[in-house]
């Protein structure tokens, strides 16, 4: 099952507006990453925050993580219609041997009308 | 820099036939994972080769396989294929260690 949960599933907005998307996890992580995926294209990194980092920024997005709450939010500001994607959080395992294996969670489909 | 190159784009097969897809890494990048992306199951994560060895390995049955080659392309198996094998098979390579994953435009397989 997928480590990861997104909240909310599916949200609407309009241009300007920001958009802010919640991830949860179950277990212990070295760092915890949000992607992008245009409909059936593949993925596109956005931001990797490691677990020593609290909240960490990058053009328009701001990534926030708690460990103690095993959760994740990434802050869209001033939103466009290009926007309009997808977003997975993904996750590492802590043990040595995790690799490059992400544990996805199950998205958040972004919609911004102009 | 030329991206993660996923060859065929698209394919159609019948139950029971096997198929392979094959990927290329972004140059110099020598870790290759493979994931499979559902509607139902969501992204999953297949397996990941590192220089040639497989070094994790997903909850799939033994099916699905793969090899990298020393040229850190990489291709993925699947025999007998069944109708829950269809999905979108995502690449993904990466640089030792860094965390952040490279992803193709994946082959879209449909079994019928």
């Known amino acids: 099952s997928q480590q990861g949960e997104e909240d909310p599933q599916a949200l609407s907005i309009q241009e300007g507006e920001n958009a802010t998307m919640n991830c949860s996890y179950k277990t212990s992580i070295n760092n915890l990453q949000w992607y992008r995926q245009n409909s059936g294209r593949g993925l596109v990194h956005l931001i990797l925050i490691r677990s020593n980092e609290r909240e960490k920024h990058s053009g328009r997005l701001r990534v926030t993580l708690d460990t103690s709450k095993k959760s994740s939010s990434l802050l869209i500001t001033a939103s466009r219609a290009a926007d309009t994607a997808s977003y997975f959080c993904a996750t590492d395992g802590i043990r040595e041997t995790s690799g490059s294996r992400l544990t996805f969670g199950e998205g958040t489909q972004l919609t911004v009308n102009p | 820099k030329a991206g993660v190159t996923q060859t065929p784009r698209y394919l159609i097969k019948t139950r029971g036939q096997q198929v392979t897809l094959s990927c290329s890494p972004i140059?110099?990048?020598?870790?290759v994972s493979w994931y499979q992306q559902t509607p139902g199951q969501g992204l999953q994560f297949l397996f990941e080769y590192f220089s040639e060895t497989q070094r994790n390995k997903g909850n799939f049955p033994g099916r699905f396989s793969g090899r990298q080659f020393s040229n850190s392309r990489s291709e993925m198996n699947v025999s007998t294929l069944e109708l829950g094998d269809s999905a979108l098979y995502l690449c993904?390579?990466?640089?030792?260690?860094?965390?952040?994953?490279?992803f193709g435009e994946g082959s879209r397989l449909t079994v019928l």
């Open positions: 993904a390579s990466s640089l030792q260690n860094t965390g952040e994953l490279f």
């Open positions: 140059s110099g990048h020598r870790s």
